[in-house]
Each structure stands twice: as structure tokens, then as C-alpha cells.
């Protein structure tokens, strides 16, 4: 139960769609990522995700669309859309989700980071 | 399903302590507030309040111990954790709680605001 400044937390992020956990609450995670080039496309059939940018801009494709979100821009993901995120730079996301979603969706990729791995972080 | 500015959907939040909901991710919901003053004590028995200022300061009163909250600083308030926000100036709020929290707890205040008035605000 402490303070923790958000910008302060990705000093030490070095991996590209790596998303950490900074906090936890109720039954959702607060993650941050940087993003860079492409990720996979993906969804998340019961899960919604919702995105702010802090830094840089995000393309996200949607299959029939796109948008953009740049500094302090929100969007939701509703579950069950297929959605792939793209950043030309070095971007800084946010990303609420619940404690389950994994964020490559049901796809595998190299990409793809365990959710324990995160948690192993937030409780060190 | 549209983006939305975190810092323009301030504009025409007028009312101090009145937050508003801007979003909604699986059963949570993303609110702002402006906040200046003292809110009531109150706590939420079931449910974790997250806190992020994007502008100003906040203080946090917990029973035992202040937290104080800066630009882009984050602080969660654990369900059961009695707490009392306070506001020397204008300060900008973003707060994640889950659909039914209210947000003077089970304290009902002058400072109490419907969750119904806030959907009917997302859903016009």
C-alpha cells in the first residue's frame, strides 16, 4: 500500500510489449508497456482491455477500422474484438485488464508473458 | 467504443467531488473527479479504490498514517480501509472502482452523487 508514481515505474521497463503490473484493484491489474513496432493480433473472448497513452502514439486495428491514441488518450477493447496494437516509436501504455487476461489473447506468440511472472515483481 | 481524452473530458466538470464516469472495463469503471477540500470519511467494505492525480495534489487521511499524491502519482485504497481524501487546491482525479462503489462508501453525505445520474451522463 504504496505510492507509486506511474511515469517513475517505466524507468526500469526496458522490453517492448512486456507489460508489467503496478498495481491490483479489486479484480483488475493496472499494467504498464512499452510499445514498439508490431504486436500479434489477438482478443480476449471475455475480457475487455482498456489502453491510455502516456507517450508516443498507438495504432490500434480493429478489423474494420483503426484508431489512434496519443498522449492521454483512453480506448477500450470490448472482448471479443480482434484488435492488433502498433507504435512506430517508443510508446507508453497503461493497460486495465482483469487479473486473467493474458495480453496476447488466446494466441501464443514470442510475445506472450506470464502472468506470474508479472505478480513475481509486484510482491518483491 | 471511441477514444476520449483523459485531460479534455475535465472540461466541463465544473462540480468539486462529483466524479464522473468516462469509461468502463469489464466490471470496473474509470471515473474522473476535481477535487478541492475535504470529502467525508468514509470506507467501501467490499471494494479497492484506485487513485491516479494528473493535476495538483491530494492527501489521503488513513487512519493511522497521510499518503500524498503529486502529478501522476497512484495510491489504492483497500476495501475495508477507512480514508478521507483532501484537496488544497483544484486537483484532477482519475479513480477505478468497480461498477457499484459508491463514492462516499457507506457514508451518504451532501457530497453523494448517484451512480444512475453518471450513466445516464456515459450512455448520452
Given at each position: 500500500m504504496n505510492v507509486l508514481n506511474l511515469l517513475k515505474s517505466f524507468d526500469d521497463l526496458s522490453e517492448y510489449w512486456s507489460p508489467r503490473v503496478i498495481g491490483r484493484v479489486n479484480q483488475s491489474f493496472i499494467k504498464i508497456a512499452k510499445a514498439k513496432g508490431e504486436m500479434v493480433w489477438h482478443d480476449h473472448s471475455e475480457e475487455d482491455e482498456f489502453f491510455l497513452v502516456l507517450k508516443g502514439e498507438l495504432r490500434i486495428d480493429l478489423e474494420d477500422r483503426a484508431v489512434i491514441l496519443g498522449p492521454m488518450d483512453t480506448f477500450t477493447v470490448p472482448h471479443g474484438v480482434k484488435h492488433r496494437p502498433v507504435a512506430k516509436e517508443e510508446t507508453w501504455l497503461v493497460l486495465i485488464e482483469l487479473?486473467?487476461?493474458?495480453?496476447t489473447g488466446d494466441v501464443a506468440s514470442d510475445l506472450t508473458r506470464s502472468v506470474d511472472d508479472q505478480l513475481e515483481w509486484l510482491n518483491a
Amino acid at each position: 500500500m504504496n505510492v507509486l508514481n506511474l511515469l517513475k515505474s517505466f524507468d526500469d521497463l526496458s522490453e517492448y510489449w512486456s507489460p508489467r503490473v503496478i498495481g491490483r484493484v479489486n479484480q483488475s491489474f493496472i499494467k504498464i508497456a512499452k510499445a514498439k513496432g508490431e504486436m500479434v493480433w489477438h482478443d480476449h473472448s471475455e475480457e475487455d482491455e482498456f489502453f491510455l497513452v502516456l507517450k508516443g502514439e498507438l495504432r490500434i486495428d480493429l478489423e474494420d477500422r483503426a484508431v489512434i491514441l496519443g498522449p492521454m488518450d483512453t480506448f477500450t477493447v470490448p472482448h471479443g474484438v480482434k484488435h492488433r496494437p502498433v507504435a512506430k516509436e517508443e510508446t507508453w501504455l497503461v493497460l486495465i485488464e482483469l487479473a486473467s487476461t493474458k495480453h496476447t489473447g488466446d494466441v501464443a506468440s514470442d510475445l506472450t508473458r506470464s502472468v506470474d511472472d508479472q505478480l513475481e515483481w509486484l510482491n518483491a
